[in-house]
């Protein structure tokens, strides 16, 4: 599979040769739903809560005697059916919304997304990418100069002063090959990878 390599101001200088396993897999929607649901079910944490009728704050006294009132029966104000009482199937801080998802799948629903992305001209690999200083002004005009709004940058290593350039530019993110995800890489309309990320992604994903 062939991909674009991008010059400094966004132009196509050539082609790069690349895994035909990792971009050049056929589209399968189905497999790339399941991979992005997964994913974000397994980042989801406990942070909610609601109390049942044994927590809320409620008298257990019966609000009023059983018969001759011509009201329904009532045993305490707790009840589920009341305003103020407990919920009956109350959402809890343990719920479990992970899903298994086998390392063969994962690897292949990420290989069709890239396969997706180079067919559609989405994707694209530059030499290098970098700002000389960790100042969000140096890299808004390095995307713009290059004609790119909303991206992915995925690079071979850490580049401090590019992740701290990129923090308040809300339609950038970059990332290192290993925090790669397919959430990021469905997301941003275009996804610059840097030669030594390529060859990190063809070993660790094949």
């Known amino acids: 599979m062939e991909l674009k390599l991008l010059n400094d101001q966004g132009g196509q200088a050539a082609t790069l040769q690349a895994s035909d396993a990792l971009f050049g897999r056929d589209y399968n929607e189905a497999l790339i739903h399941q991979v992005v649901v997964a994913y974000m079910a397994n980042a989801r944490s406990g942070n909610r809560a609601q109390k049942g009728r044994a927590e809320v704050s409620k008298s257990t006294r019966k609000p009023w005697r059983q018969k001759g009132t011509g009201r329904a029966r009532a045993g305490m104000a707790s009840s589920p059916l009341w305003r103020g009482g407990g919920r009956i199937f109350p959402n809890s801080p343990e719920d479990n919304f992970s899903q298994k998802l086998n390392r063969k799948m994962y690897r292949a629903g990420v290989a069709s997304i890239l396969s997706q992305l180079a067919r559609e001209g989405r994707l694209a690999v530059v030499e290098n990418f970098s700002v000389e200083a960790p100042k969000t002004r140096l890299l ?10 909303s991206v992915l940058v ?21 990332l290192e090959v290993s925090e790669t995800d397919p959430v990021s890489l469905v997301h941003y309309d275009r996804v ?15």
């Open 140 to 149: 808004s005009q390095k995307l713009k100069g290059m004609g790119l709004d």
């Open 154 to 174: 995925i690079t071979d290593e850490f580049d401090e002063n590019l992740f701290l350039s990129s923090r308040n530019l809300h339609k950038v993110l970059v």
């Open 192 to 206: 610059i990878v840097t030669k030594g990320a390529l060859a990190k992604m063809e070993e660790a994903w094949q």
